[in-house]
Every structure is written in structure tokens, then in C-alpha cells.
């Protein structure tokens, strides 16, 4: 057994299909004529240019316009006029061949994304690998390999897979994937995760232990891998693939149902989205509407601020999309583990008790947080937004950010804009502070979402990303709970929403707490809606008392979460 990263759940079963890209041999040539040479040059990043715009239009139509962005992406890389002169002025300075001249100057670049700390820039070296050898492959008269004919039942092994060869393959034909590279979050495994193929990246040395026509047999959500089981460990797999497609087929019942408990309680089941594509999925999973829209992803990975035209461009697009259901769009909440470098925030001594969030949105107004919000009130006309705001402690906040809102409003009128003059303002109670005073909270915000992410971290006092306290986190803590049935008892006494957007949301064994609680909206990962629509038809909100009762006598975490799986184990 090979042990990697899960990358794509499901199990894969078939038979090895080694793809290697052919091995470019470039040499350092010298030209007569360097002028024709960069024309030569231009004519291959043209070509390139077109290969690559018509294998990023294959993909938007056959999986989705976000999967097209990679490529898109890489179009991006052969239209930067800093890449492409550096690569002529090589060429003409040195007199070399165009070949040579990419080779050296891609190289250097994906060195340096190499070299880099995050795992986003990382992945642009393997981006810039990726156009370095196409445009090298046009040049040369090499095709690229076709993975788009695979036979049925393939599993693809190779090195690392780069996105355009990710992106021809076809579905159907190609049961599995296992490389040697990448990571969680690669561009490969995010595309087998929209082509929904079993995949396990960083396989230490795989291709050493496998050949052509081996049986392979994986468990993407477990990240291995076996060559040629035996008969036992095969037929254990054969049977586990056909538990989850049968799960993942029963699931479909589920799409265009209400989510209503068998004692008649209707909740609303939505989706935490952070960009406009992410929409495809959660209409695919029968999603109720966006519970919470992380709108700080649309300020991560750019050089600059998107304007307030391009953020109402985003926010319409979800909202029409969504034809009416809600869509809660939070304002942005970077500082804390969200950095945003060209926003110019100083490295907080505690990021989590520092800058952020709507602390630093009221301190912007005029750069930041106005065109947000402007951007957000002309949205509202095209469907049925509700602006949320995060991390709020104190009353004075929520007062100041609505009357900056109702200035907006002011403002709207008098140009005769259209937006939605009764758009509700919420918050999210993801405080200590702000779970504390909540019964206040009630009676002045439209809507709460308990964010338990940060719920957890601020009333454990426990870093929600330091793994040496972790055992310490967990929204199962009696005080957590606490926390949580409390904030839910005030909103429903002030006759407000009660929703929850933190990932205790679509926890199986959090939701009957959360029925019983008397939650009204559950917001989570749009693959998880299904599964917990399953789950809450099953209950009884009235059966459910009882269940809450007990978890909430106990004393510690430990004594919660056993009541809780067992309790859970049992209705299997
Ligand atoms: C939360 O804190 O629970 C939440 C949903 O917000 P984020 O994870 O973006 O902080
Ligand atoms: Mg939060």
C-alpha cells in the first residue's frame, strides 16, 4: 500500500496508464537572424495562445466556467508583455534560439514561485512549467499527449498532471488518478474534484513501483493506493466503490425536496460560497440560497482592489443567479489568518484580536467600505441580498455600519438608483462579546449566522489554527453550547432569522443539537446539502428535546461528543 494526499474522494479501480509528456531536448543554438527568430518566437506564442483559448472553452462547457479559469490563467501568463519581452530581448540580445530563450527565462520565473511560501504561488511555477513546454512543444512540432483517449476504465499515473493535460480528459474513461506532485489544493486536484475522479496526489516515488497495464486500486478520500492487490484487499475495495456510488446516487432523491422534519419544522438549507462561479455548484446541489458569501475572495489574488463597478458586477451575478432565494453577502472581514498584502495592513501582534473585520472596514470608509456597501445596494435590485457583518462585539458597530448604509440609501435616491429599500442588515455572532449581548443584538439586527469557527476560537481562547491547542477546540464544548443555544433563544425572541454559516453547520453530529435549539437556516459547503437535507428530514424536532437535554448535562467536551456519535451511530 502507497500512502498520499487525498485529493478527490471515491474509489478508484483499473488499470494503469503511465502518461508521460515526451522529454524536450533543448539545446542552446545560435540564430543568423534574431529578428526572424522573435517572429518565429511570436508565431508559436500565438499558436499557444489559440490552443490554449479553445482547451479553456472545452472546459468551461464540459465542466465549469471556474475549472476554466486555470487556463484562463495561463493565457494571462502568454499575454504579460513582461514574460514575452523578456523572452525577445533573450532571443535578440543573446542571438539564441526561441526554444532556449523560453526555457531560460520560464525556468527562472517558476523557480522563484517555487521558492515561495504560499501554496498559491506554488502552484504558479507549475503554471509556468505548463506554458513553458507547450509553447516549446509548438516550436518543435511536438505533440502533447491525449489523454482525451484513454480507454474505459484508466487510471492516470503520472509525475504531476499540469492543467491542460488535466483538462482533456474525459470523465468516462478515466477511473482514477494518482501522481507523485502536487498538493490538496493543486490545480489537478481541484479539477478531479469538479470531474469527480477518485484522486491521491504526492505518492512519494509511484512511478518507480508501477507499470502499464498494472491493476491500481485507490481510495481518494483516505489518499492510497495499492499495485496489484490481492483477491481480499481488491474485492474489499469493489465493494466500498459500490457502497459510495450507491450513496452518492440515493443522495439525488434528495434534489428539488423541502427540508422539513418528520414533526413539520421547515429549515433552510444554503451554501457558503466565495465566488461568483461557485453558484454552479450550489444550484447543483439544490441549495436554498448563499447563507454566506466570503466576500474577501474576491479581493485575494489580485494586485489591487476590485473596483466598486466589478464587486456589483459579482454580487448581481449571484443574486440573478439565485432568481429570488436569499443570497447573505458578508462584508469583508480580512486581517486575522486573511491577509491581503496591497490593502497595506501592518502584521498584527494578535491577528485575531487585532485590525480586522469590520474594525478595519469602519476605519476605511471612504477607500474600503462605501464602495463595498454602494456596491452591494445597487446589487439588491437584481434579487434578494442581505448584507451581513462580521465579527460586530458591540452594538455601536452594527449602529454605525447601518447608518453608513442608510447614508448610501440617501445618496442612491437622489440619483434616482434602484436598490432594495427594506434590504435587511444581519450580523454574524461569532463573538464572545457579541454572544453575550445578544438578546441587545436581537432587537436592532434584521438576522443573525452564528459563525462557530470563530465562536470557538474566541470563547476557548484557542487559535483556531494552532494544532498544539486543538484539542481545546471544539464547538462540542460545554461552553461553546452554551454559547450557541443562547444566541439561537435570542434571536427567536426577537422573532429574527437564526442561521448558522460556521462548519458545525452540516456536522451530523451537531445537527440534531441544532434542530432541537431551534435553528432556522443552515449554511455550508454546497457538496454537503444533500447529505444533511438526508439527515434533518429524519429527525423530529420534538424527539430531538430529549437528545439536546443530555448532551447539554454534561461537563466536558469528551462526555458530549460520545453521547452525541453514539447517539448518531445508533439511527444507522
Ligand atoms: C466563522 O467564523 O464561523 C465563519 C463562518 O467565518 P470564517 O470562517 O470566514 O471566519
Ligand atoms: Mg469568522
Redesign the pocket.
Known sequence: MYKGTSASAGIGIGTAVIVEEAELVIKRETVADAAAEVERFKGALDQTMKDTEALAADLATRVGEKEAEILQGHLMLLMDPMLTGEIENTISGEGICSEYAIEQVCSMYASVFAAMEDELMQQRATDMNDIKTRMQQVLMGVKSVDIASLPAGSILVAKDLTPSMTAGINPANVAGIVTELGGKTSHSAILARALEIPAVVAVNDFLNQVKNGDQVVLDGAEGVVYVNPDAAVAADYAAKREKFLNEKKELEQYIGKPTITKDGVTVELVA?IGKPEDVEKVLQYDGEGVG?F?TEFLFMDRNAMPTEDEQYEAYKTVAEALKGKPVIIRTL?IGGDKEIPYMGLQKDENPFLGYRAIRFCLDRKDDVYRPQLRALLRASAYGNIKIMI?LVTCIDEYREAKALIEEIKAELDEKGIAYNKDIQVGI?V?TAAASLIADIFAKEADFFSI?????TQYTMSVDRGNDKISYLYSTFNPAVLRSIKRIIACGREEGIMVGM???AASDPMMIPLLLAFGLNEFSMSASAILYSRKLITNYSVEELQAVADKAMSFATTKEVENYMREFVAALK
Not at 451 to 455: C, Q
Open positions: 457558503n454566506l466570503r472581514d462580521p454574524m461569532e459563525g462557530t469557527n470563530d465562536l454559516c460556521g462548519e
